[in-house]
């Protein structure tokens, strides 16, 4: 069977190996079986394993939905009697996690940064010397909207100093990015299958300290569906999920994690930085300008300017790519106009060049 190779360059889900595409056709089960019991449990140990988390520290639990659905559950379910969470706030993702705050009425402070810079550590700590109620730090790893990298390490240092556990949004750095939870001082980070580790969407996880999920028992429970300690306790109980998880999701992400783990950690972090480079290097003779410093780039996502031509049409120039196998996805920054090209997926510098003759010719063609 020939499956169509499509180069998304979007901000996932990315492009997928054919093995990957092909581990979800297997016999039917009942994923209440043992045998299905069995994989998850491989699959939550091989995730610890990603980001070197200790077994006797750390713990995986499972959810079936989209990357949104950890923000939901780490923030609900995270957040003590009377205490406050702290978001640092550089851009859409980090004020994805404030929209949740709302939602469930959690106390929270909301320190606003500039989308164009990467957080003012010194303000992150007056914020929560000021603010000794500060229970949970929450901040985006890759801020996927801009593409800036923010100082995790540093921010997680913080939280701790002042008595506080530090959640990371790593949902689009996970798999591409080394990470190294007790390093890099996260307590609690989460991703969806569909983006670093390569394989589909439908099943996203959260990776974070056993004892902190004990103690989040006695918290309050302000989601039924969406409850952490629930979750891992029916895990450690059954080996299952709580509910149905996303079977064929699960056997490509077994695939992946194989894949992954072939590829190698570092490999593959050279691997997404080429085509980043490739991607750099192919606006640079266009001459088309990007929004972001490249010092503080994660090297994974380019916030590209609208050309400056009075007929550029962003949906023009996708649907010419679109037609040709390539997808570009439009930016997230309210004050200017841009659009993405991110370096995701199974794919190479090779594919970047051969991008960019399409684009070219769509620029030409289009304008
Ligand atoms: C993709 C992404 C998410 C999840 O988005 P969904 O559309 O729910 O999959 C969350 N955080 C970051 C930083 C992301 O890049």
Not at 155 to 178: E, K, W
Request: glycine fraction near 6%.
């Amino acid at each position: 069977m020939v499956i169509k190779r499509n180069i998304l360059l979007n901000p996932g889900p990315a492009t997928t190996t054919d093995t990957v595409k092909m581990a979800q056709v297997v016999p039917d089960i009942c994923p209440r079986e043992k045998e299905f019991a069995g994989l998850m449990k491989g699959l939550r140990s091989d995730l610890l394993k990603v980001v070197h988390a200790p077994e006797d520290q750390y713990t995986s639990v499972l959810f079936c939905g989209s990357g949104t659905i950890n923000i939901d559950i780490c923030i609900n379910s995270l957040v003590p009697e009377g205490k406050k969470i702290l978001v640092v706030n550089n851009g859409a993702y980090n004020t994805r996690a404030v929209e949740v705050c709302q939602m469930y009425h959690i106390p929270h402070i909301d320190l606003k940064f500039s989308v164009f810079e990467q957080p003012d550590l010194k303000q992150v700590e007056q914020t929560l010397k000021a603010n000794p109620d500060i229970a949970v730090v929450y901040c985006c790893h890759h801020e996927t909207g801009t593409g800036i990298l923010n100082p995790i390490r540093e921010i997680g240092a913080l939280a701790h100093q002042y008595g506080a556990i530090f959640i990371s949004d790593t949902t689009s750095s996970l798999g591409m990015i080394p990470l190294d939870v007790v390093k890099d001082n996260v307590d609690f980070c989460m991703a969806s299958a569909q983006k670093g580790l390569m394989a589909m969407s439908g099943l996203s996880f959260i990776i974070g300290k056993t004892d902190i999920i004990k103690a989040s028992k006695n918290y309050p429970t302000r989601s039924y569906y969406c409850n952490l300690y629930l979750q891992y306790e029916y895990f450690e109980k059954t080996g299952e999920m709580h509910f149905t998880p996303p079977v064929q999701t699960i056997y490509a992400t077994i695939q992946a994690l194989k894949e992954y783990f072939e590829e190698g950690e570092e490999a593959k972090f050279a691997r997404h930085r080429a085509v980043y480079e490739a991607i750099h290097a192919g606006l640079d003779k266009l001459g088309l300008e990007t929004v972001i410093d490249r010092n503080i780039e994660s090297g994974l996502v380019v916030s590209v300017k609208y050309p400056d031509n009075p007929n550029w049409s962003f949906e023009k120039v996708h649907d010419y790519c679109y037609e040709r196998g390539f997808t570009i996805y439009p930016g997230k920054i309210s004050t200017t106009n841009t659009f993405r090209l991110c370096a995701l997926g199974k794919i190479y510098p090779k594919d970047i060049e051969d991008f960019f003759v399409v684009f070219k010719e769509a620029l030409e063609k289009t304008q």
